[in-house]
């Protein structure tokens, strides 16, 4: 018996020493955005007696990889060991006494007697109404009144039948009232009491640790979360032919980590995040083909007539966008957003160091983040493939475009102070010169027919010869010269026994590879020109060609 107590009393000590597990929330600092992921940092305090603790992080990321968590401590502590969860169950309690918590009790208590005031009320109303029923129905069978003193009773009924009813609908009206006031101060306190609960994710550290010496401890931690990433995308300006274009390079920044971002340091990384524990090993380097872009060649311009034409695609409705500025106490130094942001390339990746700090909700929407504004010195041309499309579009020719850092990426263009549409910004391409597509210039008129009495069918003996000819009108509508380059084809025969013969081609510079027909024009203000072509086919009458 004796040793029962004993150990009974033991166990009580141990269970009155052990300490409470120490709760703070982390605020995250400095994020680096990948495409697909985040390596965020977050700082936080806690105050730790000496020896063994358990410190419960709050307001880490909902999805995290563990194997990527470091911790920064002082020497005075030893972490033993870290745990990410997003289920921990504890027996914290908030501070009742906490001013905050205290009013809107204090608040809540007062409406309730006020309710419970105006139920008394309406109830005293109620019985009076009753009451007076049932007098109306006494004296209803009283006889010997005469019709004054019946007059003035029915007069009185009214009346006093009409004050107590509004009495009591005033009453209810109150009542509901003050049971919606009451609803928003129970709705109040919850969020006081769960504040900090709810404004963090479900995303915590459990950290074990060992404390020398008893006091404040400054924590930093680093990971990589899931739920964020970042694309480019631009918007291209230019006011005329004459001048260049400026280009805001920025960023679409979404993120759903769980985590608040506010006043956040930003960096964007077009790398591939990889933070594992083991050295990497360099293997060989071999460089391979890849397949070219559609819509460049040799010179940099389309080259290929099949399917859509190059240009933008006009879309009903803009990009919604989410601006977020940032915050700075030095901002009047900067001269334009540029200064904001440090481009550091390396040789796989490029990333954009923002000097400014900035907040992006987790709500997994697109924060737009401006990060350099360049000009681009153009040369612009005309481009236009009648056979697919007859449209003019305005094409704005970079040199030199390596040294801008571009990525791919949609962009916005803004033409004479007018939203045309979207292109495609594609700097991984092995021509020389980046062809950008400004939209459609319907200053320029283009037409291209069948010209009927050039054309026709005969049929020789076992063959069928069809003759094909097109003629293409060009007019200049605009006050400045415009260069155009025209492009058309004649068809490729893949078939012995279809002769294909070119019969006439306008002076056009002729890919023998493609069949495809070039023409660079300069037409002078509403100048008109026309190209014509003409080519034969001949094939087996007993046979049918289906694209022809």
Not at 232 to 246: C, N, V
Not at 496 to 513: F, P
């Amino acid at each position: 018996m004796r040793k029962l107590l004993i150990l009974l009393s033991f166990a009580i000590t141990s269970i009155a020493l052990a300490q409470k597990p120490v709760f703070t929330t982390a605020k995250v600092t400095n994020a680096t955005v990948y495409y697909n992921a985040a390596e965020l940092t977050q700082h936080t305090s806690v105050t730790l007696p000496a020896g063994t603790s358990e410190i419960v992080v709050k307001n880490v990321a909902n999805y995290i990889n563990e194997s990527t968590i470091q911790i920064g401590a002082p020497a005075s502590l030893t972490v033993l060991s870290v745990q990410f969860t997003t289920n921990y169950i504890s027996e914290y309690e908030p501070d009742e006494s906490a001013p905050e918590l205290k009013k809107v009790r204090d608040s809540i208590n007062l409406v309730r007697k006020q309710i419970a005031n105006i139920t008394i009320q309406k109830s005293n109303e109620q019985k009076t109404i009753e009451l007076l029923d049932k007098n109306q129905l006494v004296a209803g069978s009283t006889t010997g009144l005469s019709v004054a003193e019946l007059t003035k009773l029915v007069d009185y009924y009214k009346a006093k039948r009409n004050e107590l009813t509004a009495n009591y609908n005033a009453l209810n009206e109150k009542e509901l009232q003050l049971s919606e006031i009451l609803d928003a101060l129970n709705t109040r306190l919850n969020t006081n009491t769960k504040r900090e609960e709810e404004k963090t994710s479900n995303g915590k550290l459990v950290l074990q640790v060992m404390n020398d010496t008893p006091g404040n401890v400054p924590l930093d931690i680093t990971y990589l979360a899931t739920g964020a990433g970042w694309i480019p995308f631009y918007d291209l300006r230019a006011e005329d032919t004459s001048k260049p274009i400026t280009m805001m390079y920025k960023a679409q920044v979404t993120q759903n980590t769980g985590v608040e971002w506010k006043k956040v340091k930003l960096t964007l990384s077009s790398g591939v995040p990889n933070q594992n524990s083991t050295a990497p090993l360099l293997s060989a380097w071999f460089l391979r083909y890849g397949a070219l872009p559609l819509y460049s060649n040799t010179n940099g311009v389309l080259n290929t007539l099949q399917g859509r034409a190059a240009g933008v695609q006009i879309e009903s409705q803009q990009l919604e966008e989410v601006v977020i500025r940032g915050y700075s106490s030095k901002r009047e130094k900067y001269k334009d957003v540029g200064d904001y942001t440090e481009i550091i390339e390396n040789q796989l990746n490029i990333s954009f160091d923002i000097d400014i700090p900035y907040d992006i909700s987790s709500n997994g929407k697109a924060h737009s983040v401006n990060l350099k504004e360049i000009n681009l010195p153009a040369n612009y041309r005309h481009y236009s493939a009648p056979r697919v499309d007859e449209e003019a579009y305005l094409l704005a020719e970079i040199t030199d475009y390596s040294k801008y850092n571009l990525l791919p990426g949609e962009a916005n263009i803004i033409f004479d102070g007018m939203y045309i549409g979207k292109t495609t910004i594609n700097p991984n391409q092995t021509a020389d010169t980046l062809n950008l597509s400004m939209g459609r210039d319907k200053r320029i008129s283009i037409k291209r027919e069948k010209v009927v009495d050039k054309s026709g069918t005969r049929f020789l003996s076992s063959y069928k010869e069809q003759t094909f000819t097109y003629e293409t009108t060009i007019r200049n509508n605009k006050k400045e010269t415009a260069n155009l380059i025209l492009k058309d084809q004649y068809p490729l025969s893949t078939d012995k026994d279809i002769e294909i013969t070119l019969l006439k081609d306008d002076g056009a510079s002729i890919n023998t590879d493609t069949n495809i027909m070039t023409w660079e024009l300069t037409l002078k203000p509403g100048e008109t020109k026309k190209i014509r072509i003409s080519y034969k086919v001949r094939y087996p009458k007993n046979k049918v060609i289906a694209n022809l």
